[in-house]
């Protein structure tokens, strides 16, 4: 059982930055995927970005140039290093897991089995 735990949220103003950290227990599985989603209030969820065990990464048009997800394998934990931040950020984080997954064409994987609870992203303009 894969577990994930995140933190790093916070409010922020337009044009600053914020690390979401994402400290995950459990994986045992050789490839597998861990990515970032968002949920805005009345909106669907949104996958921002994705790593895999082989370091691959993927992003959403509305993020690129902007996140940068990283790993530290030593300390089980997935990054969201997050510039530039936008009003239309504000949202819900959540890291998730996805067991036997690559990322595939630059795509962010979004069918991921395990998740967090999530921690707030507020951006004011």
């Known amino acids: 059982q894969v577990q994930l735990v995140e933190s790093g949220g916070g409010s922020v103003q337009a044009g600053g930055s914020l690390r979401l950290s994402c400290a995950h227990s459990g994986n045992t599985y050789r490839t597998y995927c861990l990515g970032w989603f968002r949920q805005a209030p009345g909106k669907e969820r949104e996958g921002v970005a994705t790593?895999?065990?082989?370091?691959?990464?993927a992003y959403a048009d509305s993020v690129k140039g902007r996140f940068t997800i990283s790993t530290d394998n030593a300390k089980n934990t997935l990054y969201l290093q997050m510039n530039s931040l936008k009003p239309e950020d504000t949202a819900m984080y959540y890291c998730?897991?996805?067991?036997?997954?690559?990322?595939?064409?630059?795509?962010?994987?979004?069918?991921?089995?395990?998740w967090g609870q999530g921690t707030q992203v507020t951006v004011s303009s």
């Open positions: 998730a897991a996805e067991p036997w997954c690559t990322v595939v064409a630059g795509s962010v994987y979004v069918d991921m089995d395990y």
């Open positions: 790593i895999d065990s082989d370091g691959s990464t």
